[in-house]
Structures are given as structure tokens and as C-alpha cells.
């Protein structure tokens, strides 16, 4: 198969378009089709930003291997203890207790900052379906601020937390928080609602049975 033609196997077997993948990553919305007829060619950064979305080589993008996997030797591997829960919905507490998983996470998501700067935690509900299921697990770096439109970990009304799309313009007394599921309402918090509420981290990818975020 050609590297497009790879990575329409891929967006097919997770159940994608290749528009939804682009906002997912960052690239043109009609990349793929640009690829395909020649209109350009996929740049360096873009093969390793899909490489890194299914947890692939980039080697396996580029026919150079079909070996599906990126390959990394025991001792570059990191393992995080599962540390709790989050809940997708709302009305949660975010559960600090080690559910006796452990997840084993490539060199390359953690790059060159500190292993100390990242937890894991588990999903609980659906209101970030299709994108975060019950049960996935999410690796978060730790940080109190994100930029618009980041998924992110959040503490709200005191006890309450969740994982959602985090909306705001900057100078504004409010924040917005976005499930992916239509079914769930948005909620906004404004004015001194917003200093019972805290950034515990941003969701930088997703462990699940089959490929990643």
C-alpha cells in the first residue's frame, strides 16, 4: 500500500473521516485529498503527527517496515500507575486511588520534559463519546492553565471534576466546559464561580484496547 493508502486504512479501521482527523491533529482539512492526487506532498511533521495519533511508525507510513507498531527498546519506556478516575459527565469527584493498572507509555509522548510532569487516569462515562469512551485511560500533563479549545482535566464548584473541552476568551470573566456528546449540556462558569475552579492538566493521548489519541 501506498502512505496514503495506509493511512486510509487506518482512519477506516477507527471508524474516522479523514476531515475529523485533521481537526483532531491540526492539519488542512483536505490533506489527505491533496496527498492522493498530488496537490502536495505530506511534510515531515505531518506524517510524525499521524504516526503519533495511531501509535505507529512513521517508517510503517512511509513502507519502509510493516511492522505496525513504533518500536522501542524496555529501558526507553515509561510505566504510570492508573492513579484513579475521572468522570466524562458531570456531578463527579475525580477518585485519587491506584486501580492496580499500570500503563506503559513510549518514550515520545513524554519527550523532553519530566516523567514527574504526568499522571493517568480512567475515564468514567460518556459525554466525550466518540472521542473518550468509559474505561480509556488518559495520560495528563500536569499544568494550572491550557489554551482554548484544549481537552483538559478540570476542577470545578469545589469538589466536582471532569474531563471536557476547555472554552474561554482571554480578558473575559468566564470559561466554558464542552462535552463531545451531544447529549450532555455545556456548562459555563462565570464571575466568582471561577475561583472554585482548577486546571489539574491537559489530556495529551489516549490508551484504549485498540490504537491511540
Not at 527498546?73 to 458531570?90: L, P, W
Not at 482535566?153 to 476568551?169: F, H, L, M, R
Request: aromatic share 10%.
Amino acid at each position: 500500500m501506498t502512505t496514503v493508502e495506509k493511512i486510509q486504512d487506518l482512519i477506516a479501521k477507527n471508524n474516522l473521516s479523514a476531515y475529523k482527523l485533521s481537526l483532531e491533529i491540526g492539519l488542512n482539512k483536505t490533506f489527505l485529498t491533496d496527498w492522493k492526487n498530488g496537490k502536495a506532498k505530506p511534510s515531515a511533521d505531518a506524517l510524525r503527527k499521524i504516526a503519533d495519533y495511531f501509535n505507529v511508525s512513521v517508517d510503517y507510513l512511509l513502507g519502509r517496515t510493516e511492522h505496525f507498531a513504533q518500536e522501542f527498546s524496555e529501558n526507553e519506556m515509561y510505566s504510570f500507575q492508573v492513579i484513579g478516575t475521572i468522570c466524562a459527565g458531570y456531578d463527579g469527584i475525580a477518585e485519587e486511588s491506584y486501580t492496580g493498572e499500570d500503563i506503559i507509555v513510549p518514550p515520545h509522548l513524554i519527550k523532553t520534559r519530566n516523567p514527574d510532569d504526568y499522571f493517568v487516569l480512567e475515564v468514567k462515562g460518556d459525554s466525550m463519546s466518540p472521542l473518550l469512551l468509559n474505561g480509556d485511560k488518559v495520560l495528563i500533563r500536569r499544568c494550572n492553565t491550557v489554551d482554548s479549545g484544549t481537552i483538559a482535566a478540570v476542577g470545578y464548584d469545589n469538589e466536582q471534576a471532569t474531563v471536557k473541552k476547555v472554552e474561554y476568551i482571554n480578558g473575559e470573566n468566564w470559561m466554558r466546559l464542552v462535552p463531545r456528546n451531544p447529549d450532555y449540556p455545556v456548562i459555563t462558569i462565570k464571575g466568582s464561580d471561577l475561583e472554585l475552579c482548577r486546571v489539574y492538566g491537559e489530556v495529551v493521548y489516549l490508551f484504549r484496547d485498540r490504537i491511540g489519541f
